[in-house]
């Protein structure tokens, strides 16, 4: 009998210390939820403050872009008023050819028919029989030669006077008979009615592209079918 309330002593030790026990895990894992709890909420608002952070940063973004975007159109407005001032100074003072066309001769040149310029020069004059023959713009390349010349306010008239002096350049430059003649009319712009006849005459015109920078502005409809 002894020995059966001895055992149920120490059952009663084991099931009281696995309570305390028990009652201390409990306690703590209580703890332990109510400082997740805590944690967690801290982290909602920490995400809060994130995403409003987030939200005045896109809106600094947007307004930047639209600053950006509007700072581009007013550069492009001012390179294009830019652009005609200048090409008006120079079509007063008669300097088109050095001013406007000469520096793009170039590139331009190079974008369509892919040369590399070996000279390029400005009022070129030949004398022959008396007779004066003066190229406003000439460039030549390995296998090319271009004859560029120069009107203010062109015509369509002056479509066949260049035509006509293209006929002549040989007999004052024969030193470029080894070498394709091209022929381009330039101006500041060009009048529709000119741009068409030039066209149907197959002769290539350089002008402002929307004033936005020189450029051959019929080269694809006269290379459309080739």
Not at 123 to 152: P, Q
Request: hydrophobic share 40%; net charge negative.
């Amino acid at each position: 009998m002894q020995a059966v309330e001895e055992r149920v002593t120490s059952l009663e030790s084991v099931l009281r210390d696995f309570i305390i026990h028990t009652d201390v895990s409990l306690s703590r894992l209580e703890r332990e939820v109510e400082e997740l709890k805590d944690e967690m909420k801290d982290f909602k608002s920490e995400m809060k403050d994130f995403k409003d952070e987030m939200l005045v940063f896109k809106d600094g973004v947007d307004v930047f872009k639209d600053e950006m975007s509007k700072f581009r159109t007013d550069m492009e407005a001012d390179h294009k008023e830019m652009n005609k001032q200048w090409a008006g100074l120079a079509n007063k003072m008669g300097t088109l050819d050095e001013d406007l066309i000469a520096p793009a001769v170039r590139p331009v040149l190079n974008k369509y028919f892919k040369c590399g310029l070996l000279s390029r020069s400005i009022r070129n004059l030949k004398r022959k029989n008396g007779d004066n023959f003066e190229v406003d713009v000439l460039a030549a390349s390995r296998d090319k030669v271009f004859m560029i010349e120069v009107k203010s306010s062109p015509k369509s008239y002056h479509v066949e006077q260049v035509i006509e002096k293209a006929d002549l350049f040989y007999d004052f430059f024969p030193e470029y008979k080894d070498k394709e003649l091209i022929t381009i009319f330039a101006s500041i712009i060009f009048p529709e009615d000119v741009i068409k006849h030039a066209t149907n005459k197959h002769l290539y015109l350089m002008a402002y592209r929307e004033w936005e920078y020189m450029d051959i502005i019929n080269f694809d409809d006269l290379n459309k079918n080739i």
